[in-house]
């Protein structure tokens, strides 16, 4: 069983940065991928990076340059550095970890999740 917590959102004007991490319980997170997705409103929700157990990354053409995924094994932690934020950036963020078969996987490929953290930023 894995149990994420999500922290670090907030509002900031744009232009502003923010790191988001994901605190896991349990020692299989070490060795799961994990993915942060985000769900603007009215939206559905969208990955916008990923990382594996391996430290690979990939990211949404959108975030590209802007965001950078990372994780800390020892801390059992994900980190999401968001820079140069822009309105539309806006949502709420939440972190999934689990053992996709994909390398941008489907929300459905992850089977945990976190309750999310809020972002927002003004223009």
């Known amino acids: 069983q894995v149990q994420l917590v999500e922290s670090g959102g907030g509002l900031v004007q744009a232009g502003g940065s923010l790191r988001l991490s994901c605190a896991a319980s349990?020692?299989?997170?070490?060795?799961?991928?994990v993915g942060w997705y985000r769900q603007a409103p009215g939206k559905q929700r969208e990955l916008v990076a990923a990382?594996?157990?391996?430290?690979?990354?990939n990211y949404a053409d959108s975030v590209k340059g802007r965001f950078t995924i990372s994780r800390d094994n020892a801390k059992n932690t994900v980190y999401l550095q968001i820079n140069d934020l822009a309105p539309e950036d806006t949502g709420v963020y939440y972190c999934?970890?689990?053992?996709?078969?994909?390398?941008?996987?489907?929300?459905?490929?992850?089977?945990?999740w976190g309750q999310g953290t809020q972002v927002t930023v003004s223009s």
């Open positions: 990382i594996t157990s391996g430290g690979s990354t």
């Open positions: 999934a970890s689990g053992f996709p078969n994909s390398r941008w996987p489907r929300p459905e490929e992850y089977r945990y």
């Open positions: 349990g020692s299989i997170f070490r060795i799961s991928a």
